[in-house]
């Protein structure tokens, strides 16, 4: 439920051009008109866990804590090699 909430704020923010840094980056291999929205959720989930002390190592089980679905699993994978 978090990723898909997430998500929609994703969709709201970039619609209104709050967060134009969010709008055009893609990561390898995603360039669908929802990767900007899944981008947007899985950053906007993984900034909150820092913030409350669950800083993870591992995607995987950043992935299945808080739900974020398979289909993100690349996203969330380059996100993990970013930081």
């Known amino acids: 439920m978090p990723f898909s909430i997430g ?37 906007l989930i993984y900034d909150y866990s820092c913030r409350k002390g669950d800083c993870f190592e591992e995607p995987g089980l950043f992935m299945q804590s808080y739900g974020i679905p398979d289909r993100v699993t690349d996203i969330t994978k380059e996100l993990f090699k970013r930081k």
């Open 7 to 43: 998500h929609e704020i994703g969709h709201i923010m970039l619609a209104n051009g709050d967060l134009d840094s969010h709008r055009n980056q893609t990561f390898a291999g995603h360039n669908s008109e929802e990767d900007p929205a899944d981008i947007f959720s899985v950053k």
